[in-house]
């Protein structure tokens, strides 16, 4: 089956509807994750999945998209294992395939996904406020639930653009 | 459409058939990478397709692999563009996500590929060989072709090795 129309029609979804993705979807996302390719198969994603409205709503005050953590029922924490990691570069690369997998798997599912970067500028007080070990490095937050609003048009550069000659 | 399965076959092919993927699933392939996502869609992402046999075969010796890239019929080199760059872990993980979706789209279309990153130990070499742009860093090799081989069977650590507490 040709996926290239699930690539194409994902997109980020910011206000969710309140009732939880099913955990049998919640569990086909990570396993999505799992099987994503890494450098010398090192695997070096970790999860943290937070549904807890006391906690989402506290996470969110470390980002100014906070809103929509608040909306979505369900988190996904994306961390690096630094014990896991070899190459900074390639291991990053590795959770970024992970979390594709988990936007167009949880899309195929017709749930929304938003893949949040800007907490990131406050990592070290989202690493001590989830109390992750030391280990553990934020990469990523990703919003999870059932669509609430028709997702915006977006644009990408044209392939002409996007070729080295 | 559930694409989990389309995610877990998926498998690096190391060894690859003469003939050469259609153009059209070639475009398919760089049109799914170009819907990937990225931080405020800065999409930092370029490419150059090498089906050249001479330049494959002299990108070939920058890397131990390169028994899979003479074995290709086509080489998309993944570049991250540094002018386009607005945050350096965030870009290399939509990268990631962009290599993702060729790798996904390619299987999809049954296609085989395989992702290269032990070359990024001569990535200077290599920039320099491919007359790259100052801008543009090297990130990734990705060989494509009709598979030749059955498959390695490879494993995951458990959703719950992946979870944190």
Not at 61 to 87: M, N, R, W
Not at 135 to 152: F, Q, R
Request: one cysteine or more; charged letters at 35%; a positive charge.
């Amino acid at each position: 089956m040709d996926i290239l129309e699930v690539i194409k029609t994902r997109r980020s979804i910011r206000k969710y509807k309140k009732d939880s993705p099913k955990d049998l979807d919640i569990e086909k996302i990570l396993e999505a994750a799992r099987w994503a390719p890494s450098g010398l198969n090192n695997q070096p994603w970790r999860f943290m999945v937070i549904k807890d409205k006391e906690t989402k709503d506290r996470l969110a005050q470390f980002t100014k998209y906070g809103y929509i953590i608040k909306s979505a029922p369900v988190i996904i924490v994306v961390c690096l294992d630094k014990e896991s990691s070899y190459h900074y570069q390639k291991d990053l690369m590795a959770v970024g395939a992970c979390i594709q997998n988990m936007l167009l798997e949880a899309h195929s599912l017709d749930l929304g996904t938003c893949w949040l970067g800007e907490i990131l500028n406050k990592k070290e007080d989202v690493e001590k406020f989830l109390n992750l070990k030391e280990n553990l490095e934020l990469t990523a937050v990703i919003s999870l639930g059932y669509p609430d609003e028709k997702a915006l048009e977006v644009k990408r550069k044209s392939l002409k653009e996007l070729k080295i000659n």
